[in-house]
Nanobody, 115 residues
């Protein structure tokens, strides 16, 4: 049984920063791509950022230059550093990872950007 557990969400003012973490645990043989998605109320889930096992990254245009995805392969953990947050970044953020050749999801963590 593989589990992804996210942490680091919360309430922050516009212009502020948050760092999300997602740790994978369980019977893990391989982890390929890892990433973060988000879903705002009434909207579809959207891809925020991805990182391959070799460290190659990709971002949606609206977060480029503000968000940074990284991973620690020794800890089976992926991070999302979010700077200069905007109200439109408010959403539930979900961790995703391709573990043992299966797609795995975390339970989600709420990020609210509001004054």
């Amino acid at each position: 049984q593989v589990q992804l557990v996210e942490s680091g969400g919360g309430l922050v003012q516009p212009g502020g920063s948050l760092r999300l973490s997602c740790a994978a645990s369980g019977a893990i043989f391989s982890i390929n791509a890892m990433g973060w998605y988000r879903q705002a109320p009434g909207k579809q889930r959207e891809l925020v950022a991805t990182i391959t096992s070799y460290g190659s990254t990709d971002y949606r245009d609206s977060v480029k230059g503000r968000f940074t995805i990284s991973r620690d392969n020794a800890k089976n953990t992926v991070y999302l550093q979010m700077n200069r947050l905007k109200p439109e970044d408010t959403a539930v953020y979900y961790c995703n990872a391709y573990i043992n050749y299966f797609d795995s999801w975390g339970q989600g963590t709420q990020v609210t950007v509001s004054s």
